[in-house]
């Protein structure tokens, strides 16, 4: 074939020409349908866990500090109710502790509102904490074995049998609600409750919001034993005419760490 | 063939060796394990031979419809409702273990971990 450099040079600017928009429009079209891919997976996690379409229940719970703060033997007593029901252990040592639901001071349930002058009430008196149920909640999204999930209904729950006890979910949650079995919790459980599995050493454990009694259409133990001051109000979020509405709507109420944006379900009246 | 001597009485020993799980059960062995069987229930989930063989995998089914899909419902089974549950159902008739599941368990040496976290009903 007879060429001649400027033919050649020619055809060899067109042909890259075309290669490098040909390679262009090529990624242009696979980054977008990968982009599309990406965002309707984004779309179907945040229906399965996180704030996306709302579900038919939510439930939430409502606790009033003032009351606990009034009867310091209130907050004991719903610790109480829920570390016998879940055959939670009591360790003599501090480090091993397992805890559901307890009780702390002001300042460290609510970091984000520090107060250089607190009141006296806040400074030396207790407030009843937990797992807070999130509804974009750090623990699933981190844990590598789906041991714990949230069901529909918002609540986290823990499947003891999938548990590897890796601690992410430890690590994860910025309320310090898990729990690790660093020794067998069996022989540290004080009163047996026969119809509720205890746990083995190496499994995280916490707050279940009494998912074996919500979803039977009971109250949650702790909310029962402090039912007669109504202390521990429980409730659909989602439904508007449901007693815990009603108490959000009168009362002014806050929650542990909002900036985090774990949208956490428990409610605090101040 | 060289050494007869030495690899005849060697294969014989070596053949003796290898079977000794055979001769050294025959006779006496094992008995099958005999289970003892609630006195008060007579009927079950399933029927004996299903329940023999699938128990594993009918509480895993279970385990999985109560705990993850919220489904906790009972089973009915000829009328009478049964919870999903190992606690709650399967021990309220085989009240003793050790006499129960751990016979045959240990007789298959299966080791299931059920009993670290599930309690047994006290004897």
Same mark, same amino acid.
């Given at each position: 074939m007879d060429t001649n450099r400027r033919n050649f040079l020619k055809v060899a600017g067109l042909s890259t020409l075309a290669g490098l928009s040909g390679t262009a429009v090529v990624d242009r079209l696979v980054t977008g349908s990968g982009i599309a891919q990406a965002s309707s997976g984004e779309s179907q996690g945040a229906a399965g866990a996180g704030p996306g379409?709302?579900?038919?229940?939510?439930?939430? %719970?409502?606790?009033?500090?003032?009351? !606990?703060?009034?009867? #310091?033997?209130?907050?004991?007593?719903?610790?109480? @109710?829920?570390?016998q029901k879940h055959n939670v252990p009591k360790f003599p040592d501090k480090r091993d502790e397992i805890k559901?639901?307890? %009780?702390?001071?002001?300042?460290?349930? !609510?970091?984000?509102? #520090?107060?250089l002058y607190q009141d006296e009430e806040? @400074?030396?008196k207790r407030l009843p904490i937990m797992c807070n149920h999130c509804d974009n909640p750090p623990c699933v999204r981190v844990c590598p074995t789906k041991a714990t999930f949230r069901y529909e209904d918002g609540i986290v729950g823990m499947d003891y049998h999938r548990c590897i006890g890796c601690r992410f979910c430890m690590a994860a949650c910025p309320y310090g609600s898990r729990s690790f079995n660093w020794r067998?919790?069996?022989?540290?459980?004080?009163?047996?409750?026969?119809?509720?599995?205890s746990r083995t050493r190496g499994v995280v454990e916490k707050c279940n919001f009494c998912v074996e009694l919500v979803q039977a259409g009971k109250m949650p133990a702790c909310v029962e034993a402090v039912a007669d001051c109504k202390a521990l109000v429980f409730g659909n979020l989602n439904d508007p005419n449901s007693e815990i509405r009603k108490i959000l709507k009168e009362q002014r109420t806050i929650q542990r760490n909002p900036s985090l944006g774990t949208l956490p379900s428990v409610f605090y009246i101040v | 063939m060289y050494d007869s001597g030495k690899i005849i009485p060697g294969l014989i020993i070596f053949v003796l060796f290898i079977t000794i799980p055979i001769w050294y059960n025959r006779g006496g062995g094992s008995e099958p394990p005999k289970p003892v069987l609630p006195k008060d229930a007579k009927a079950c989930v399933l029927p004996a031979a299903e329940i023999r063989a699938e128990h594993m995998k009918l509480l895993n089914v279970w385990r999985d419809e109560v705990l993850r899909d919220g489904k906790r419902g009972t089973v009915t089974v000829d009328g009478k409702q049964y919870p999903k549950s190992l606690m709650l159902n399967c021990m309220k008739c085989h009240t003793n273990m050790k006499q129960f599941c751990d016979t045959c368990h240990t007789y298959a040496s299966v080791r299931p971990y059920c009993w670290d976290c599930h309690l047994a009903p006290v004897e």
């Open positions: 379409k709302p579900s038919a229940v939510r439930y939430g %719970m409502v606790i009033d500090i003032k009351k !606990f703060y009034q009867d #310091p033997g209130l907050g004991e007593k719903a610790v109480h @109710a829920c570390h559901w639901i307890w %009780m702390t001071k002001f300042e460290n349930a !609510f970091p984000e509102n #520090p107060n806040s @400074a030396t067998d919790p069996r022989p540290f459980i004080e009163h047996i409750n026969p119809d509720y599995p | -």
